[in-house]
């Protein structure tokens, strides 16, 4: 029963850490893997790197996407597309 006590501060410390800080990071990279297998051609999107463009081709083969910018086009690994800013993006803005 003495040794239980003694463990039980490090148990609490690690479910508090799973719960505030691994399963919400988990949780992330699951809706970014299922937002980057949802891409379509036409949606509109920004990277990582804060570049706005429009879908115009997908490749399942090497996961690269190409997206049209004012610029001309220019291809990106599916990865460097941001989820949250893509959203903030094509949803309607509420004013």
């Known amino acids: 029963m003495e040794n239980i006590g003694q463990f039980l ?3 609490l410390i690690f479910a508090v850490a799973y719960f505030f800080m691994i399963r919400p990071q988990m949780k992330r ?3 970014e ?3 980057g297998a949802e891409l379509k051609r036409g949606d509109r999107i ?3 790197s804060g570049l706005y463009g429009k879908v115009v081709d997908l490749n399942n083969e090497n996961n690269s996407v190409v997206i049209e910018t004012m610029a001309g086009k220019l291809k990106f690994d599916r990865s460097a597309v941001s989820m949250e800013m893509s959203k903030k ?3 309607p ?3």
């Open 89 to 91: 993006l094509s949803s």
């Open 9 to 11: 501060p490090m148990i």
């Open 46 to 48: 920004v990277t990582k």
């Open 29 to 31: 990279q699951k809706d």
């Open 33 to 35: 893997k299922k937002f």
């Open 93 to 95: 803005e509420k004013k």
